[in-house]
T-cell receptor, first 117, second 110 residues
Framework: GAVVSQHPSRVICKSGTSVKIECRSL??????MFWYRQFPKKSLMLMAT?????????EQGVEKDKFLINHASLTLSTLTVTSAHPEDSSFYIC?????????????FGPGTRLLVL | SQQGEEDPQALSIQEGENATMNCSYK?????LQWYRQNSGRGLVHLILIRSNEREKHSGRLRVTLDTSKKSSSLLITASRAADTASYFC??????????FGTGTRLTIIP
């Protein structure tokens, strides 16, 4: 298999602050990572596709200035929720494709639960 | 993007029974995948079936795909308490992205 980690696993912050979430591929290189958002008992909604060395591709309706994505290396992508508000509270999950083995499968991180007060 | 629909939304069965979940989707696909999510955790890939395949097995899992009806089913045989989780189908339509279904919450009663 392949291991993807996320940090932190949960974070509580005050409204107006920014929060950075890290997604790492631990045992493989990932040129493409994905960021999802999941509401309680709901499905995953793709927010953006993160490409190493280039700008992220955002899905329709996702504010790129609100959710900053940086994929600076082949093993790390970060999502920064800027000026967080209570409605940004959610479960954020990243995933990565492993092109050297099973390119069609996505390997998911354990998720980050964000609570904005 | 539109998501697929899964039914049932929730399913409770006795341990040892078989569990069947269904997924319908709207667009043509390259492949369809099933994932499992334990409460508050990430997703784990279970099985992938390509658009030119009709059935696939992996251990206690059996997946079928009917592209004419744009539907798939996941069968878990001889269920165990550890199978309790949410199950999602996801379609890949050749653009590298996965579109997830609404999910089925499966509860196995010991």
């Amino acid at each position: 298999g392949a291991v993807v980690s996320q940090h932190p696993s949960r974070v509580i912050c005050k409204s107006g602050t920014s929060v950075k979430i890290e997604c790492r591929s631990l045992d493989f290189q990932a040129t493409t990572m994905f960021w999802y958002r999941q509401f309680p008992k709901k499905s995953l909604m793709l927010m953006a596709t993160s490409n190493e060395g280039s700008k992220a591709t955002y899905e329709q309706g996702v504010e790129k200035d609100k959710f900053l994505i940086n994929h600076a290396s082949l093993t790390l992508s970060t999502l920064t929720v800027t000026s967080a508000h209570p409605e940004d509270s959610s479960f954020y999950i990243c995933s990565a494709r492993r092109f050297d083995r099973s390119p069609e499968t996505q390997y998911f991180g354990p998720g980050t639960r964000l609570l904005v007060l | 993007s539109q998501q697929g629909e899964e039914d049932p939304q929730a399913l409770s069965i006795q341990e040892g029974e078989n569990a069947t979940m269904n997924c319908s989707y709207k667009t043509s696909i390259n492949n369809l995948q099933w994932y499992r999510q334990n409460s508050g955790r990430g997703l784990v890939h279970l099985i992938l079936i390509r658009s030119n395949e009709r059935e696939k097995h992996s251990g206690r899992l059996r997946v079928t795909l009917d592209t004419s009806k744009k539907s798939s089913s996941l069968l878990i045989t001889a269920s165990r308490a550890a199978d309790t989780a949410s199950y999602f189908c996801a379609t890949d339509n050749r653009n590298e992205k996965l579109t997830f279904g609404t999910g089925t919450r499966l509860t196995i009663i010991p």
